[in-house]
């Protein structure tokens, strides 16, 4: 009979360690709280409104439920106060005090219960979840949103046969509806424009685009399953197309040469080699922008749209700069987005009919909500993520004499998010509110508190089994 010997070669063998039937549910309900952000737009249009709204309030009690004690027990470790990110902190608490002097405060105070919910959860995954675990759980909201957007444009070309409104209500036969108004208009199989469970094509591309980085890095990483990872990058990709969103091209064209500066800058052994590289690619930089610039319109004109970037510069802009300018400090009063039915919003910008809900432009969003002070909190909170996050990507992972330690792909992650938010929202506000301000305070809070991957996390949660060591 085969017995151990007293003197045995290795180690007797253990069953791998796993997760708690505890920390599986946290991290499925970190998942829903991911896809109700991200995919709020579909919340939005199946439940309405107040349904929306109170879906975001039922996570904000449970969240608060389940950190308070898990904050007060040290569980799983320490929360960082010290690490929060304090530009973005700032800024939400000067959104707040910004109801005494703004000019519509109902919507101020609507607008800042979203931000303090997003914020509040994105600080709540920071404490709860590993980086590993992060990456996995946006993967995993991706999916969902991916897989949902699909089978809803399956069901809409080949059951339906013709577009829908929101709450699956189906167009009056003979009765013209402005296509702007539409949840999925059926294009999935003519070849046109595809909306996907989010009901516009600019946001599925976007998410899109942030699942393919995340799918890449996983798969990268080495991650279990990888010939699944690597349809569902397919399936984003098919999205990122079929939604024909230029800003999302432009957002993939800097994530790319981002990503391709990133990984040369690995591969440099000295300092002199890394400076040599920034001045050639700041100087091609420079050249790019330039070029674009100067050719704007033949290329705006290939991706479709018009030199005005389809009215934004004419219609949108200029009102917005009219506003900022009576209250140029410290702004007219938070609000992100703009409320359509408050009177200071309704029909004063229309697009399609539709009243305008932000300046497609992060920036002059801030401007005129919250002045110069704003912008500069504003400024503070991203440019404090992307040097954060681009040292976190091109450094070795180091916290002793070691320093020949392998690069994580995880660690090229945050710097690609935050380059796609900075670029999208040239044209767009959505980095300023709902998933893009999630993943400025989730990300630049991560960073600060726990600046490493994997091995490097040891001391404050342990990677596979998930069981804390408190921190002394």
Avoid at 116 to 139: C, P
Avoid at 238 to 251: P, V
Avoid at 280 to 287: D, E, H, L, P
Avoid at 382 to 404: E, G, Q
């Amino acid at each position: 009979m085969a017995q151990y010997t007293k003197h045995p070669a290795a180690a007797p063998p253990q069953a791998p360690e796993r997760e708690s039937t505890g920390h599986l549910l946290l991290r499925g309900y970190i998942i829903l709280v991911l896809f109700a952000v991200f995919a709020h737009a579909a919340v939005y249009n199946l439940v309405g409104g107040y349904g929306a709204a109170a879906v975001l309030a039922g996570f904000l009690i449970a969240t608060l439920a389940i950190g308070i004690p898990m904050v007060a027990r040290r569980r799983p470790q320490r929360f960082a106060w010290r690490r929060l990110p304090w530009a973005a902190t700032a800024y939400t608490a000067l959104a707040l005090i910004s109801v005494a002097w703004s000019q519509w405060r109902e919507s101020t105070l609507l607008t800042w219960a979203l931000l303090a919910t997003v914020t509040v959860n994105a600080l709540f995954i920071v404490h709860v979840l590993s980086w590993n675990e992060i990456v996995r759980a946006l993967a995993s909201a991706f999916k969902w949103i991916l897989g949902l957007s699909l089978a809803l444009e399956l069901w809409v070309a080949l059951i339906v046969h013709g577009p829908i409104l929101p709450n699956f209500f189906v167009r009056p036969e003979g009765e013209k509806i402005n296509a702007h108004w539409y949840w999925v208009r059926g294009n999935l199989l003519d070849g046109d424009r595809i909306q996907g469970i989010v009901g516009n094509s600019n946001l599925l591309a976007i998410i899109s685009l942030f699942a393919i980085i995340a799918f890449g890095v996983r798969f990268a990483a080495r991650a279990r399953w990888r010939t699944t990872l690597a349809l569902w990058m397919l399936l984003a990709a098919y999205f990122l197309l079929r939604a024909g969103s230029a800003t999302a091209y432009a957002c993939a064209a800097a994530a790319g040469v981002v990503l391709v500066v990133a990984l040369l800058m690995r591969r440099q052994r000295t300092p002199g080699g890394r400076t040599r590289l920034y001045m050639i690619f700041f100087g091609g930089g420079a050249v790019l922008v330039a070029a674009a610039w100067a050719l704007r319109e033949p290329l705006l004109s290939l991706l479709g749209r018009s030199g005005d970037l389809t009215g934004r510069s004419d219609r949108i802009w200029t009102k917005v700069l009219e506003r900022a300018a009576e209250h140029p400090v410290f702004g007219n009063g938070f609000s992100s987005p703009w409320v359509p039915y408050d009177p200071a919003f309704d029909g004063w910008i229309v697009d399609h009919g539709i009243t305008v809900f932000h300046a497609h432009n992060m920036w002059l969003d801030v401007l005129m909500q919250l002045g110069v002070v704003g912008v500069v909190l504003m400024a503070l909170a991203y440019l404090s993520l992307l040097w954060r996050s681009w040292f976190f990507a091109v450094d070795r992972p180091r916290w002793d004499l070691t320093s020949d330690r392998p690069y994580s792909p995880i660690t090229l992650l945050p710097s690609l998010f935050t380059v796609v938010l900075l670029v999208q929202g040239l044209t767009e506000s959505t980095p300023i509110m709902l998933w893009g301000w999630m993943l400025l305070v989730m990300l630049s809070f991560k960073i600060k508190s726990i600046p490493l991957i994997g091995v490097g996390e040891r001391d404050r949660v342990i990677e596979h089994g998930e069981r804390a060591r408190r921190v002394p």
